[in-house]
């Protein structure tokens, strides 16, 4: 079956430390991207990207770097410039045209300490 | 301003009831538009497109507006499975998808 996934989905890190947080898609989609959710609020966007090897900074982008060098695969990587790291982050993919709905992965909880 | 701003709710209803969520966008840009649900600490999941002319799928409907920059959901005879957060999602031109804040559904017995 064709999907997202996320890995892991709960993960927990001192301060100071960067972590790095995986996502996966098999459905062929062109873009990908993640986005932060805390309590009680929406989504922000971190990074998205259109196409292998390029992304731009979305809403919220400092603290936070990603890499897109296959089609299939966009990490995250959060660091420790990050001033509240602790959020539920969630990965989404695209076939990348105005009117595609995201089609999210389940989910990654993250905790820092 | 947020560029998508929904009814803060919580909307607490009893099974059977008809409720509706309105979300307005300040981009008059917007290409198109999306509900989305979100069950407690999971993903967000697409409930439906919302077209121009509007649009129905079972016991949802969907409407646009885009003179007064407005889309609405309506949910009619609600279940207890319809408890859940809403989200209003508008898309741009670029693709840039933005999300409101949500709505908090729960249907009571």
């Known amino acids: 079956d064709g999907g997202i996934t996320q890995s892991p989905k709960y993960l927990f890190r001192k301060e100071g430390q960067n972590v790095t947080l995986s996502c996966e898609q098999n459905?062929?989609?062109?873009?990908m991207y993640w986005y932060r959710q805390d309590p009680g609020q929406g989504l922000r966007l971190i990074y998205y990207?259109?196409?292998?090897?390029?992304?731009q900074k979305g809403d919220i982008a400092e603290g936070y770097s990603v890499s897109r060098e296959k089609k299939e695969s966009f990490p995250l990587t959060v660091t420790s410039a990050q001033k509240n790291p602790t959020a539920f982050y969630l990965c989404?993919?695209?076939?990348?045209?105005?009117?595609?709905?995201?089609?999210f992965g389940n989910g990654t909880r993250l905790t820092v300490t | 301003r947020k560029e998508v701003e929904q009814d803060p709710g919580p909307f607490n209803v009893p099974e059977g009831a008809t409720v509706a969520f309105n979300c307005t966008y300040s981009?008059?840009?917007?290409?198109?538009f999306f509900w989305y649900r979100q069950d407690c600490r999971k993903e967000p999941k697409l409930l439906m497109s919302?077209?121009?002319s509007g649009n129905e799928d079972g016991r949802f409907t969907a409407q646009l507006n885009r003179a007064s920059q407005y889309i609405s959901l309506l949910i009619r005879d609600s279940k207890l499975s319809d408890s859940a957060t809403y989200l209003c999602?508008?898309?741009?031109?670029?693709?840039?998808?933005?999300f409101g804040d949500g709505t908090t559904l729960t249907v009571k017995p």
């Open positions: 989404a993919s695209s076939t990348e045209t105005a009117n595609s709905p995201l089609h």
């Open positions: 459905l062929n989609h062109d873009a």
């Open positions: 990207s259109q196409i292998v090897n390029d992304f």
């Open positions: 981009n008059s840009a917007s290409q198109s």
């Open positions: 919302v077209y121009s």
């Open positions: 999602v508008v898309n741009t031109n670029a693709g840039k998808s933005t």
